[in-house]
């Protein structure tokens, strides 16, 4: 009887062993708060991973830079001491001009123009991840970027000596562009640097702007809609490998499902985001045509540079996009 037991007992301490042993847990680092749709979407990604996979992959989300800043998630990733990540691309500019495109000015203005501008980046984006140890699991567009400022600004030399936040490398180079004077800000911290007066003025989307209710400080939007960057969700290649064939799969899935359903959200909340600026007291102003001039003719000059920069690869995708 006590040795029956005792082989029952072995039996279901293996059991729960190889049990324990098939369940992997991850750490999601993100920079943006529970309110911001790319932290829903993930958050209903996690859990799409959870149901696709069968309880065999966890993935604990750390939102609002809880557990690393912006512009450490990548890095972070590729050492895996987070073994997934969300990251803004653009905050990648000075390290490879791939990381610079789509927050290109005036290059792709709008939602289709945006996706088709990823299609013609992704197969160069996905090898650069690749050479540095990590894969490209899925991306989201951001809503149209426009100015925040309390000044009028109806041509480019109104924006000299504004107070200008700098979040990324494409940021800080409009503000040497147009005069102002670049202050490097992550939006974990944008509500305190508006509060003591760090800064005065920033480019984003409207989403930006209702996260960080940007509207007790500055009142006006200036639509501009001059770029849609994008936030890619990548994965260290090592965590990945070690996965089973069937999990991979199921995290595979549920991107590809989180990038379809990221980007109706992003146009779906765009609009809403604008109203609730509005109900807080914010003018959403149409730019000038002087002032679309004067940002397009920047936009010309950055395209130019980066040309420049990239090569052959930056060419073929500037082509590849054209084309379609």
């Known amino acids: 009887m006590f040795k029956k037991l005792s082989l029952l007992t072995g039996s279901l301490i293996v059991a729960f062993s190889a049990g324990a042993q098939a369940q992997t847990k ?45 512009p450490e998630i990548k890095r972070a990733v590729q050492g895996n001491q987070a073994q997934i990540g969300e ?13 610079e495109l789509d927050g290109l000015p005036f290059l792709a203005t709008g939602y289709d123009a945006s996706f088709k ?24 567009a951001w809503p149209p970027q426009g100015i925040f400022a309390n000044k009028d600004i109806k041509q480019i030399s109104d924006m000299k000596g504004l107070k200008w936040r700098a979040y990324s490398p494409v940021t800080a180079k409009i503000a040497e562009l147009v005069g102002a004077q670049p202050v490097t800000v992550q939006q974990a911290e944008l509500s305190q640097a508006l509060a003591t007066g760090v800064i005065d003025s920033y480019m984003s989307s409207a989403s930006t702007g209702y996260d960080t209710k940007t509207y007790e400080y500055i009142k ?32 595979k899935k549920a991107g590809a499902q989180a990038e379809e359903r990221g980007w ?52 073929a995708m500037i082509d590849a996009y054209r084309k379609q």
Do not use: C
Request: proline fraction near 4%; hydrophobic fraction near 40%.
């Open 117 to 140: 501008l990823y299609q013609a980046q992704k197969p160069f984006l996905e090898k650069k991840l690749n050479s540095q140890g990590m894969t490209l699991l899925y991306a989201v």
């Open 220 to 251: 006006k939007f200036y639509d501009t809609q001059a770029w849609l960057p994008k936030n890619a969700v990548i994965v260290n290649k090592k965590a990945f490998d070690a996965l089973d064939p069937a999990t991979q799969e199921a995290l």
């Open 264 to 315: 109706k959200l992003s146009q779906e909340k765009n609009k809403w985001y604008q109203e609730e600026l509005a109900k807080n007291g914010m003018e959403t102003i149409k730019p000038t045509v002087e002032l679309k001039e004067g940002l397009s003719v920047i936009g010309k000059r950055m395209l130019d540079d980066w040309l420049k920069k990239a090569g052959a690869d930056g060419q």
């Open 26 to 70: 991850w750490d999601l680092p993100s920079a943006y708060p529970a309110s911001n749709f790319h932290v829903e979407n993930l958050t209903t990604f996690i859990k799409d991973v959870d149901t696709l996979s069968e309880g065999k992959l966890k993935i604990t989300l750390h939102n609002n830079a809880s557990l690393y800043k912006a």
């Open 87 to 99: 990251i803004l691309l653009t905050n990648f500019a000075n390290e490879d001009p791939i990381y």
